[in-house]
């Protein structure tokens, strides 16, 4: 298939596909889909799911089950969809070529990608749905997933999966008039929040009186932040274990965050909308006027202290995306994007490493490679 780089799968990945919904059959490296075909074939379908996830190489060239013409292996070349990683062969990085072209890279198993430059090449739609089954980027998403039964493992298993939207748009989640609403441009969390936190800060102030208290106060709500970042990272948005299996979770799960993981560069699904900050914000109101009950000005100078601290959050989340940055900021970036594309399950401060460390979930981005078959 001339002019399309296929995707690399590791074993684990084929072997899964081995029913009759979603069946794949390897020979050498090449991976095929041989879903459609399987009803089809001339010896029956439950030969084909004998091997479904397997290499069937051997079984195609035996004589005294049937040895295979080559118009067999003609038909198989319409259902090409991949290859397998060079672990998986044995073969050496640089003797395998997936199209004639760039070397095949060794991959994280879970996430499919080997490096920070995967996230920001461009997915096939329409080889992606054809490949995983899971969501179709050339459709509104949101109606996807919601009518798509999938099962947690599945959904799991795909939104940590990075893909790139081309261009960089951003995917149409619902494809009516809803659509503007879902997204947010960076900017638009400084201009309504600084105000505001600048308001809430001077009026604190006032009522302490004292500069001294009034600046420990407000620093006391910026280090809280780093706290409250790391525990909202880590137990909301990557509630990925405690998910309900059911399609309100699943999908509350990707409005929330899914939907980054799914398309990690969408510039306009970086930063949080102020509508949904308000909802997860008013919590936090209540608690700091509850543990500084004596103090009404104390608990809203360390709320403004907090809230500067998200927003802070929320730019460096951003610019690490899309922008180049000073040195502390470029080894944040690549932190922060080997969660994305290396180890999701580790490496939830993105402001700073220091609750990682504390609490053991530091990101150590291991060497990339495929699993290798059992």
């Known amino acids: 298939m001339p002019g399309r780089t296929l ?101 994280y198993a879970s996430t499919g990608m080997s490096r920070e430059e995967d996230l920001s090449i461009d997915t096939d739609y329409t080889q992606d749905y054809k490949t995983y089954k899971f969501l179709d980027l050339n459709k509104p998403l949101f109606a996807q997933l919601w009518y798509g039964n999938f099962s947690k493992e599945f959904y799991l298993e795909q939104i ?61 709500g910026l280090c809280i932040w780093t706290l409250v ?27 929330l965050h899914g939907i980054h993981h799914y398309l990690p560069m969408d510039r306009y699904r970086l930063v949080m909308p102020p509508t949904l900050f308000v909802i997860l914000a008013l919590p936090f109101w209540k608690l700091a006027h509850t543990v500084f009950f004596y103090n009404w000005f104390a608990a809203t100078q360390v709320y403004c202290g907090g809230i500067f601290g998200y927003v802070c959050y929320d730019l460096t989340h951003y610019f690490i995306h899309h922008r180049n940055l000073p040195l502390y900021y470029k080894e944040l970036k690549k932190y922060h994007l080997a969660h994305h594309y290396a180890d999701y399950e580790n490496g939830f401060g993105v402001t700073s490493r220091f609750w990682d460390r504390i609490f053991g979930t530091e990101l150590d981005t291991p060497v990339p490679k495929a699993v290798k078959a059992q």
């Open 7 to 107: 995707p690399t799968f590791t074993p684990a990945q084929v072997e899964s596909h081995n029913t009759a919904k979603s069946c794949y059959i390897t020979i050498g490296r090449n991976v095929y889909d041989v879903t459609d075909f399987v009803e089809d074939h001339p010896g029956g379908g439950d030969l084909i799911l004998e091997y479904a996830g397997k290499d069937v190489e051997e079984i195609m060239k035996d004589e005294i089950s049937h040895e295979h013409s080559e118009a067999a292996y003609e038909i198989l070349t319409d259902y090409h969809v991949g290859f397998l990683g060079p672990e998986a062969t044995g073969k050496s990085l640089a003797n395998v070529r997936a199209d004639g072209g760039a070397p095949v890279q060794p991959v």
């Open 229 to 255: 970042e790391y525990v909202l990272h880590r137990f909301l948005f990557h509630l990925d274990e405690w998910l309900p299996d059911n399609r309100v979770g699943l999908t509350l799960h990707f409005l």
């Open 160 to 220: 940590h999966r990075p893909r790139h939207y081309k261009g960089g748009d951003s995917a149409p989640l619902f494809g009516n008039f809803l659509e503007p609403l879902t997204k947010t441009a960076w900017y638009v969390v400084p201009l309504v929040w600084l105000p505001l936190i600048f308001y809430g800060t001077v009026i604190a102030s006032r009522g302490l009186g004292d500069p001294i208290p009034a600046v420990a106060y407000w620093v006391g």
